[in-house]
Nanobody, 119 residues
Framework: QVQLVESGGGLVQAGGSLRLSCAAS????????RGWYRQAPGKQRDLVAA???????NYADSVKGRFTVSRDNAENTVNLQMNSLKAEDTAVYYC?????????????WGQGTQVTVSS
């Protein structure tokens, strides 16, 4: 099975930076896409950034130019560098992996890490 563990969340002032990391174990070699989602209180979980094939990236419009998703040389760790943070970035951030199970693409999730941006 796959396990995803996030780290790096915390409290930061608006305009500051945080770097999140997601370490994966298990059959992560079968992953198609690794990504980050976030969920603020009372809102649904939305895509923040994703990386496919270790190189192709996709970002939510709200974070383009401020956030950067990357992976280590090994596929097991994916990072999210967050710069110029805003109060509206406050949320629980979840690591995600999409993995093929036959013809089905399954989602795996970490427990989440809290990011709080004070203004």
């Amino acid at each position: 099975q796959v396990q995803l563990v996030e780290s790096g969340g915390g409290l930061v002032q608006a305009g500051g930076s945080l770097r999140l990391s997601c370490a994966a174990s298990g059959s992560i070699f079968r992953s198609v896409t690794r990504g980050w989602y976030r969920q603020a209180p009372g809102k649904q979980r939305d895509l923040v950034a994703a990386i496919t094939g270790g190189r192709i990236t996709n970002y939510a419009d709200s974070v383009k130019g401020r956030f950067t998703v990357s992976r280590d040389n090994a596929e097991n760790t994916v990072n999210l560098q967050m710069n110029s943070l805003k109060a509206e970035d406050t949320a629980v951030y979840y690591c995600n992996a999409k993995i093929w199970a036959g013809v089905r693409l399954d989602d795996y999730w970490g427990q989440g890490t809290q990011v709080t941006v004070s203004s």
